[in-house]
């Protein structure tokens, strides 16, 4: 990583963990268990998507893409401001603080874990960007073994996981939305896999035949 990236990725991190708290009441955010092992989590996962995630480069698949694209970056703002403020101010139906909260901090933490698995399966092939990379060859192992898109069902993960750990009717809401982006974005994927890898793509989808969760989808 550059030094360039590094202090953008250092005032990024610091600039949410700063609107993570202050949108949670302040200090008060902070003395909570719940929300102390919130605010360490969301910052192991940006760490790990600033180290594992590559660019990648423009194409035609990833043009087509643009809209997906910004319609994911307004839903994680707000899912970096709402959640917070709702666990601070607003008592909605599910109980603060309490088993369901805890349940959802450890599925946060099992979307980071599986996405550290998807990246290092992937070593530096898991991009931003849709499209085919220099050198890129059809990785089959670790989580790729079991669904076709291990890296989208951890985002899926975290996202659930942060709607329940702060108890957080948004957060959820915004899980929902995204899910359909995330499987539009799945079919362009394959669609460009299967162009590029052929017979060997297809005789991967009959061996994982899941895309991302057995045995829905």
Do not use: K
Not at 166 to 176: A, D, E
């Amino acid at each position: 990583m550059n030094t360039t990236r590094f202090v953008g990725l250092f005032f990024f991190i610091l600039l949410c963990c700063v609107v993570i708290v202050l949108a949670g009441g302040g200090w008060t955010f902070l003395r909570r268990p719940v929300s102390a092992v919130y605010l360490a989590l969301w910052i192991v996962w940006w760490l790990l998507i600033a180290v594992g995630r590559q660019r990648g480069v423009d194409s035609t698949y990833d043009r087509s893409q643009r809209l997906i694209l910004a319609l994911g970056i307004v839903a994680l703002v707000g899912l970096i401001v709402l959640p917070p403020w709702e666990y601070a101010h607003f008592a909605g139906p599910i109980p603060r603080d309490g088993p369901l909260a805890w349940l959802g901090l450890v599925t946060f933490a099992a979307g980071i874990a599986l996405q550290a698995a998807a990246f290092r399966a992937l070593r530096g092939l898991y991009t931003s960007r849709l499209g085919v990379q220099p050198g890129h060859r059809l990785v089959t192992r670790g989580p790729y073994r079991l669904v076709r898109h291990p890296g989208y069902l951890s985002n899926l993960l975290c996202l659930a996981g942060i709607g329940l750990a702060l108890s957080s009717l948004v957060g959820l809401g915004l899980t929902l939305f995204v899910v359909p982006l995330i499987v539009r974005r799945i079919f362009s994927e394959e669609e460009m896999l299967a162009a590029e890898f052929g017979p060997q793509y297809e005789r991967y989808r009959q061996q994982v035949r899941w895309r991302l969760l057995p045995p829905v989808f």
